[in-house]
């Protein structure tokens, strides 16, 4: 059994005064339906699509809005064993969940793999990526940290501060140079769209707010604080067009 994480879910850290607020937004915009609620308080649900596996998971948290990553494999010993070989260190432990922190402080589970999960692409607009926001000293440890943790080559595109690490079938990974010096890395959840100014609109009427808009992507908030990008990627094949 392979230690490299075989699937990979984007865990939306929401605050929990904002919680259902949150939960109605996101499945608005993704179109998935919330699953039940779980754990000791029902801070846990799975946001669920209508085809595939799902990947987009929410937590009601006493703190601000985040986003960490959730890593499932088969052999979960081998991959504490592996990400800390890697440089990863311990954070905490819930129930048997082992939660650590990338060498640049992002925070990530590790939790089991359930079956043979696949990414189906539908719809004119498909969560599909998840982006590193990686302050400038951190860089180069990060891209080889998650290179060597997930098994992908990194790719480098016409902007040089993006590297992207894609797995056909799979979450996508894009790692994004800031231009902070220093800080921890954080993580962003980044929509492909068939038309970026038609979902702008409707984000908006939905509680969103707009950060910025640049050539290829628009920078959004959403209701409970999740920083996400709108971003002009084929929602098919989740390739810039040309690439």
Same mark, same amino acid.
């Given at each position: 059994m392979?230690?490299?994480?075989?699937?990979?879910?984007?865990?939306?850290?929401?605050?929990?005064?904002?919680?259902?607020?949150?939960?109605?937004?996101?499945?608005?915009?993704?179109?998935?339906? /919330?699953?039940?609620?779980?754990?000791?308080?029902?801070?846990?649900?799975?946001?669920?699509?209508?085809?595939?596996?799902?990947?987009?998971?929410?937590?009601?948290?006493d703190? /601000? +809005?985040?986003?960490?990553?959730?890593?499932?494999?088969?052999?979960?010993?081998?991959?504490?064993?592996? +990400?800390?070989?890697?440089?990863?260190?311990? +954070?905490?432990?819930?129930?048997?969940?082992?939660?650590?922190?990338?060498?640049?402080?992002?925070?990530?589970?590790?939790?089991?793999?359930?079956? =043979?999960?696949?990414?189906? %692409?539908?719809?004119?607009?498909?969560?599909?990526?998840?982006?590193?926001?990686?302050?400038?000293?951190?860089w180069?440890?990060e891209?080889?940290?998650?290179?060597?943790?997930?098994?992908?080559?990194?790719?480098?595109?016409?902007?040089?501060q993006?590297?992207r690490m894609?797995?056909?079938?799979?979450?996508?990974?894009?790692?994004?140079?800031?231009?902070?010096?220093?800080?921890?890395?954080?993580?962003?959840?980044?929509?492909?769209?068939a038309?970026?100014?038609?979902?702008?609109? %409707?984000? %908006?009427?939905?509680? +969103?707010?707009v950060?910025?808009?640049?050539?290829?992507?628009?920078?959004?908030?959403?209701?409970?604080?999740q920083v996400?990008c709108?971003?002009?990627?084929?929602p098919?094949?989740?390739?810039?067009? =040309?690439?």
């Amino acid at each position: 059994m392979s230690a490299r994480p075989e699937w990979i879910q984007v865990f939306l850290d929401t605050p929990a005064d904002a919680y259902e607020d949150a939960v109605t937004f996101w499945s608005a915009v993704t179109g998935w339906t /919330p699953s039940e609620r779980r754990g000791e308080d029902g801070q846990f649900l799975t946001l669920l699509p209508p085809a595939g596996s799902a990947y987009l998971k929410m937590q009601a948290v006493d703190g /601000p +809005a985040g986003v960490h990553l959730d890593l499932d494999s088969a052999d979960r010993p081998a991959a504490v064993a592996l +990400a800390r070989d890697l440089g990863a260190t311990p +954070a905490w432990t819930y129930h048997d969940v082992e939660v650590m922190r990338s060498p640049g402080g992002l925070l990530f589970c590790h939790t089991l793999l359930d079956g =043979g999960p696949s990414l189906v %692409r539908n719809g004119a607009t498909v969560l599909d990526q998840v982006c590193l926001d990686i302050p400038a000293a951190h860089w180069e440890s990060e891209v080889e940290f998650w290179s060597d943790l997930t098994g992908r080559v990194p790719e480098v595109g016409s902007l040089p501060q993006f590297a992207r690490m894609v797995e056909d079938g799979r979450l996508r990974i894009l790692l994004q140079r800031l231009d902070e010096t220093d800080g921890p890395v954080r993580a962003h959840p980044d929509l492909a769209t068939a038309d970026r100014e038609a979902d702008t609109a %409707r984000h %908006r009427r939905l509680g +969103a707010e707009v950060v910025s808009v640049n050539a290829f992507w628009t920078v959004l908030t959403a209701p409970a604080g999740q920083v996400y990008c709108l971003t002009d990627r084929d929602p098919a094949t989740g390739r810039a067009a =040309g690439v």
